[in-house]
């Protein structure tokens, strides 16, 4: 379930990010993902974290991703260490029932501000 996000076959808003082809404000770039802020902020700093590879969610990644799943997590805790977050909440939506609206993986790293629990 996992294509190059650098060719046209993964037509997610995400996937046009990651071609260029529309902008957004990075904060991080490596081998694996990018980082860049919401457009729709719910918290003071609220980041998304994308693999470049294509994995629609947590549902279908497998074994395979392993490794990319642990770096996405390492670079979320990162992300939010440069926005000088102390404490800040990670969610990854997996399905349209969870939330999900854009369907290539991402982490979202919220802080800025008391998060209340549970979420709705
Ligand atoms: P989810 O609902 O978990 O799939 O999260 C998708 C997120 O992507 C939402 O928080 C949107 O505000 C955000 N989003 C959608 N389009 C863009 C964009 N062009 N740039 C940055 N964030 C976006």
Redesign the pocket.
């Given at each position: 379930m996992a294509d190059s996000a650098e060719t046209p076959q993964n037509d997610t808003?995400?996937g046009?990010?990651l071609r260029g082809e529309?902008p957004?404000?990075q904060v991080h770039a490596d081998e694996q993902c990018i980082a860049?802020?919401?457009?729709?902020?719910?918290a003071p700093v609220?980041i998304?974290v994308i693999p470049r590879e294509h994995v629609v969610n947590l549902v279908e990644a497998s074994e395979k991703q392993a490794e990319l799943l642990g770096h996405l997590l390492l670079v979320a805790a990162q992300v939010a260490r440069q926005e000088g977050l102390d404490a800040f909440r990670t969610?990854?939506?997996s399905g349209a029932e969870a939330?999900?609206?854009?369907?290539h993986l991402?982490v979202?790293v919220m802080g800025g501000r008391p998060l209340a629990w549970p979420p709705g």
């Open positions: 808003i995400f046009r990010i529309i957004c404000d860049f802020r919401d457009v729709a902020p719910q609220h998304l969610v990854i939506n939330g999900q609206t854009v369907f991402h979202h």
